[in-house]
């Protein structure tokens, strides 16, 4: 059996009588651990020839991955298709059945063409977040595949849903719409 004197305490003073511990140099003949001058130049030489090939061009531009279900337009969620519930409207309005309204996208800024908001215009606009297929988009995308306005062969709309107040103050829900891609 051991005894409690027996064990070596891990903190404090060294107890009387025991010996110091010292570290010997590793000998001659132990590996190194760093590299050899010949892997290093090999290697350097390779990150040059990757980094001279690819501002050459030789290496294509990696491609934007497919989203799966919605694009992220700044800090907007867009789904790539037009809900149910637009599936049967015709070039205008298209987009639901909300009112769609040129009026009440913006015309400026980073989010240029999207709902106005209480930030952009206080008091008479207010964004309807999570609101557009079951809850989990901002807006999406409708397609008319026949003739609409100045495209020949059909338009994509992005559709994004928000409130405006009316001059009575109440307010009812719009729909802003942005044309996408035309097909000429």
């Not at 140099?25 to 290697?43: H, K, M």
């Not at 800090?75 to 037009?82: G, L, T």
């Not at 495209?151 to 109440?170: I, L, P, Q, Y």
Request: charged letters at 20%; hydrophobic letters at 30%.
């Amino acid at each position: 059996m051991i005894e409690l004197e027996d064990v070596p305490p891990l903190r404090g003073p060294r107890p009387r009588g025991a010996q110091r511990v010292r570290r010997r140099p590793l000998p001659d003949d132990a590996p190194r651990l760093r590299p050899a001058r010949r892997s290093l130049l090999t290697g350097l030489a390779a990150a040059g020839a990757t980094a001279g090939l690819k501002a050459l061009g030789v290496f294509p531009q990696a491609r934007e991955a497919i989203s799966s279900g919605f694009e992220l337009v700044g800090y907007y969620d867009i789904y790539p298709r037009c809900p149910s519930y637009a599936s049967n409207h015709n070039c205008s309005p298209g987009c639901g059945p909300s009112y769609v309204c040129a009026w009440c996208c913006r015309n400026s800024g980073k989010y240029k063409g999207f709902h106005k908001s209480g930030a952009s215009n206080p008091g008479w606009y207010k964004l309807r977040p999570n609101q557009c297929y079951s809850g989990g988009y901002d807006g999406w995308l409708w397609a008319y595949s026949k003739k609409c306005g100045s495209c020949a062969k059909g338009v994509t709309w992005r559709c994004h849903d928000g409130w405006n107040k009316s001059k009575k103050g109440v307010w009812y829900k719009t729909i802003c719409r942005k044309a996408v891609a035309c097909k000429n």
